[in-house]
T-cell receptor
Framework: EPEVTQTPSHQVTQMGQEVILRCVPISNHLYFYWYRQILGQKVEFLVSFYNNEISEKSEIFDDQFSVERPDGSNFTLKIRSTKLEDSAMYFC???????????FGSGTRLTVV | QKEVEQNSGPLSVPEGAIASLNCTYSDRVSQSFFWYRQYSGKSPELIMSIYSNGDKEDGRFTAQLNKASQYVSLLIRDSQPSDSATYLCAVNMDFGNEKLTFGTGTRLTIIP
């Protein structure tokens, strides 16, 4: 069964450092998303990406965050200057169309120290 | 503020019984409704989607939608210990985009 692949599975970084989280969506999917889940809290939308541009972003997705599709397969989330409160699980997801629901990747656990 | 509400549980159900999970949402124009299962430390896994009023069955799972009451539920028949997980209700509340709003999830424990 097709999978969304995320790397790394766990990243520890110092506060103020930049991190890049990587995702390989399912190959025929056109819509890409980043969500995050702080431990014990709900899954929160960060950003959606379609046709090589951001289609929507949440209040969380401020100037410290950016997304890119540098080639035909990868989809990345960059956090420029990490804060302690950025510590969370970050999930990439993709879909053929949002109406069909998403397939989530296995997540990257980001720990900011 | 557009919200999705779920009882956080924990909900304990004996093995073989029916587990009933409920969800309400605030936005009347919501179009698409999903149930995800999340095991501890893992990512959400889509188990059911429903788009129109009524029931939709898939194996041991039945999703029920009542748009007038802004209510969606998930029934799990013949509950198994492997069904023990957190069940997330997710709603596409904004027509024309694909963003999902999630509830906090209901933790379900199946007791052998």
């Amino acid at each position: 069964e097709p999978e969304v692949t995320q790397t790394p599975s766990h990243q520890v970084t110092q506060m103020g450092q930049e991190v890049i989280l990587r995702c390989v969506p399912i190959s025929n999917h056109l819509y890409f998303y980043w969500y995050r889940q702080i431990l014990g809290q709900k899954v929160e939308f960060l950003v959606s990406f379609y046709n090589n541009e951001i289609s929507e972003k949440s209040e969380i997705f401020d100037d410290q965050f950016s997304v890119e599709r540098p080639d035909g397969s990868n989809f990345t989330l960059k956090i420029r200057s990490t804060k302690l409160e950025d510590s969370a699980m970050y999930f990439c997801a993709s879909s053929e169309s949002g109406s069909y629901g998403y397939t989530f990747g296995s997540g990257t656990r980001l720990t900011v120290v | 503020q557009k919200e999705v509400e779920q009882n956080s549980g924990p909900l304990s159900v004996p093995e073989g019984a029916i587990a009933s999970l409920n969800c309400t949402y605030s936005d009347r124009v919501s179009q698409s409704f999903f149930w995800y299962r999340q095991y501890s430390g893992k990512s959400p896994e889509l188990i059911m989607s429903i788009y129109s009023n009524g029931d939709k069955e898939d194996g041991r799972f039945t999703a029920q939608l009542n748009k007038a009451s802004q209510y969606v539920s998930l029934l799990i028949r013949d509950s198994q210990p492997s069904d023990s997980a957190t069940y997330l209700c997710a709603v596409n509340m904004d027509f024309g985009n694909e963003k999902l709003t999630f509830g906090t999830g209901t933790r379900l424990t199946i007791i052998p």
